[in-house]
């Protein structure tokens, strides 16, 4: 009987970090283009540098690094685990 729930949780953390992974790399290029297209808007820096370019995006992605939306990701392996658990609780011992 514990054998089939553990076969469960494995998959589904494995189907979890899969979607992860997808998750986060999409968020980071979604956050990359705003980046990007928010320095070609921008008119006061028609005549800046290249490397000033890449520098501010490397800044505003070393702030995406440390931000909210990245830590709130972690939900994808959270929600499910919480209702992982609280099935396995109500099937068994309600």
């Known amino acids: 009987m514990i054998f089939g729930w553990l076969r469960l949780a494995f998959f589904m953390y494995l189907g979890l970090t899969i979607a992860y992974f997808l998750t986060a790399i999409y968020s980071r290029s979604v956050r990359r283009e705003k980046l990007e297209k928010e320095w070609d808007t921008d008119p006061a820096r028609e005549e800046a540098l ?11 992605m070393d702030r995406y690094e440390t931000g909210l939306k990245k830590r709130l990701l972690w939900l994808i392996y959270v929600i499910p685990t919480i209702a992982f658990v609280m099935t396995i609780y109500y099937v068994n011992w309600y």
């Open 50 to 60: 290249a490397s000033e370019r890449a520098e501010f995006i490397e800044a505003g």
